[in-house]
Structure formats: C-alpha cells, structure tokens
C-alpha cells in the first residue's frame, strides 16, 4: 500500500481508575509518528479528525515524530500538512507536544541535526499547541511531565536513528523530577528506550506513555484477528526483535507504575530489517484514548 492512500486507523482505549487522586473522569488523546513528508496523504488529517471529534478528549497529546525530517520544514506542502494538523487538534482541545529524533534530527545523514528547535517554538505558538520541553504542565487532576529526548540522547547507529541510554540516564538524575503525590504525575517522550535502563527515575511517575513504534496499514479484519491472539504489537518491534507484546499497548511496569506506549500513525519500514519490514504493518495505526476515571467506591 502506498503511503499516499489513508492508512486505516482505530481507536485503542484505556482505562485508569487510580485510588484517590481523580475526581471527575478525564479523556485524553494520544497520536504520534505522523512523519509528515510529501508522501503522505493529504487525507490523514480527516481520518485523525474524525476519531478525535468522537472520542471528545479533554486535552491531546502529540507524542513526536510529527515530522519525517527537519528538512520538511524547507517543503512547502510539509509545513502546510504539519500547521494543519497542530490547528486541528487545538481546535478540538488544549494540545501538548513533545519531540521525536525525526522532527530535528535528519534521519539519512549520520548525526546531522538542524537547529529547528526555533521553528517548532514559532510553529507551536502559531498554532497553540503547547510544546514541552522538559516542562511540567498541569490541569485538573494531572500533573505532566513532558520529556525532551535531545540531540545528544539519540544517536546515530547502522545509519538509523537509536537512543543513547547513558546520556538519557544522566539527565533524568539532573532533572530532579519531585512527584505530587495528590495528582497522577504522567511522563511523556517518545521512545520507550528509557524504560529500560531508567525506569528507578520514572518509579514515582503514576503513567508513562511513549510513541515512536509504528502502525501501519491492514485489512480491518486482520487487526482484529491479529488483537484476538494477544497480538496487539504487530509481529515485529521497533526495536528489531520479534517479541512484540512487550512494545506496544499497554503494560504495568511496577506496582505504581503504568505504560503505555502508541502505535503511531503511519506505515512505515521503519521498523524492522529487510525481508521483515513489512510484517510491521501487521498492526494498524492508531490513536490512543486514556480515560482517567474516580475509583469506585
Ligand atoms: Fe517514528
Ligand atoms: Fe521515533
């Protein structure tokens, strides 16, 4: 299928009911891993739209990688899809943003980063979507924390896009991230890599959610048979290792702590090596809705 024509999408839904800490229920909804690029479809805004106007979302989440490229900011018809999608989902609710590799690092050229941050500031505001630079923002009964995954965090390997563990583990340990422990403190960036070798950072956090996995396009009947046998991941990770229930969808990773991590939007190669890049897209894209609700008395 070509990533000109819409890929198909769903809605994944979650529940939280944590004890105390939420007095009226809250809708919030995730998307990332637009890669916007000049191959996408001019359609996938609507098919967004629509699933976002039904789930009503009391705030949304961009969870990064909005773009393929930082280049796509020098394509005129990029930047017009990317301002289009910023305005449509703040027009719906208040809308958050955080970074992936992709919005500011090249993914072809070994290290090559843009200074774009500017761009995104300027972008961001043009459009009120509020980016989180290592932030916290609050509302109601939520306190997040929005990670920024810099540019000494993801590293160049194999001429791809990796995350460097060392330096992520570094900077949470600066960052000093104090819990409040009357609200649910919710961390956002877009790798799930941090998970692995700094989790005692996150442990205070109530929910983690990532994105940088990657959706793709699949018969409708398919996904849901592919759901049916407990394999909501697809057949092959982001990471290249074919153990996919650990990957996406939604795990407890302590007792405190909650993850979820977003399939993304778009079909990609990404995310597997050749002859397997396609199995990837045994998994559609999806928007992830989280609905935080009072625990039952
Ligand atoms: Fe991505
Ligand atoms: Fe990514």
Redesign the pocket.
Known sequence: MSLKETAIYKVQRYFIRPEAKIKDKISVAIL??L?ISPIVSEKQNYEIYKRLVKIEPELIILQ??ILDSPTEFFDESSVKKLKDTLNMCSRIAPTLMVL???DFIIPTEPAATMDVIPLWEEVCKECKVELLMDEWYETKDLRIFGFFQDKDFCIQANGELRDNPEVMEKKLAELKLDPDTDKINWFVS?SPALTRKAKHHLAHFDLLTF????GGCVPIGLDAVMDKLNLHGGLVSPDKKPFPKAVRGAKQISDETSMIINS?L?A?H?SAKKPLQYLNTLKRGEITEIVFEPAEL
Do not use: K
Not at 211 to 214: A, D, M, N
């Open positions: 990332g891993d890669h990064g990688d992936g590799g992709h877009h994105g940088h996995t990657h993304g778009i990609t990404y």
